[in-house]
């Protein structure tokens, strides 16, 4: 009896496999039906403008969100948009960006109704998770009367979300990579945004920077 469920069980999960598939192959041929040359395109190196530091959250697409084909965005993704000088994987996706596809922008960008930013403070322990999440519990302390004075649950969260992409890009703008690209006179920038989840609109939180500080 527990082969016969697990053999149904491989069989139901190699269709979501076999679903994701059909998929893909319906996305590649649809491409091509709109540009015929766009996979060829892509075979050569990629050289986008802008790299995107986002949340791994599934609602919060990249591409989609800024309406850019592959290749046109270069994305670097974790839980809560987070970018700590000590995180070698960040690091290494930024000195790529700036070093070598020398992007013009780098987009910190948050989301409202970020679970990590409300899973990093509302005192619950997880694990792992909450020594990544440690950052934001540093920014609702540094920010705590500003946040507390808040009564509204989701404003204050919200303002969280905020505060968290503004030290993130703090921190990008900090970091050696960048400011050896500024010293050398590449053009850059680091902007802070936070994506709606309810509107499908980010919104610039005017926190720039374009050189050493």
């Not at 322990?125 to 500003?146: K, T």
Request: glycine share 8%; aromatic share 8%.
């Amino acid at each position: 009896m527990c082969c016969l469920v697990r053999r149904g069980r491989n069989r139901y999960l190699s269709g979501m496999l076999d679903k994701l598939k059909a998929n893909n192959r319906a996305w590649a041929a649809r491409m091509v039906a709109n540009d015929p040359g766009f996979f060829k395109r892509l075979e050569g190196q990629q050289a986008p403008e802008y790299l995107w530091i986002g949340c791994a959250d599934s609602r919060v697409p990249a591409n989609e969100i800024v309406d850019l084909d592959p290749g046109e965005l270069f994305v670097h993704r974790n839980v809560a948009n987070l970018a700590p000088p000590q995180d070698a994987n960040y690091l290494s996706v930024l000195q790529f960006a700036v070093d070598v596809i020398k992007v013009k922008h780098i987009m910190v960008v948050g989301h409202y109704g970020c679970g990590g930013v409300r899973a990093a403070v509302d005192g619950q322990r997880r694990g792992l998770v909450d020594h990544w999440l440690h950052p934001i519990r540093e920014v609702y302390h540094a920010n705590q009367q500003e946040l507390e004075a808040m009564l509204d649950e989701r404003a204050r969260f919200d303002r969280l979300c905020e505060l968290n992409v503004m030290r993130q890009v703090k921190n990008v703008a900090s970091d050696v990579f960048v400011e050896d690209a500024w010293a050398r006179g590449q053009s850059l920038s680091v902007h802070g945004w936070v994506y709606s989840l309810s509107t499908g609109l980010v919104r610039d939180l005017g926190v720039t920077v374009n050189g050493p500080r």
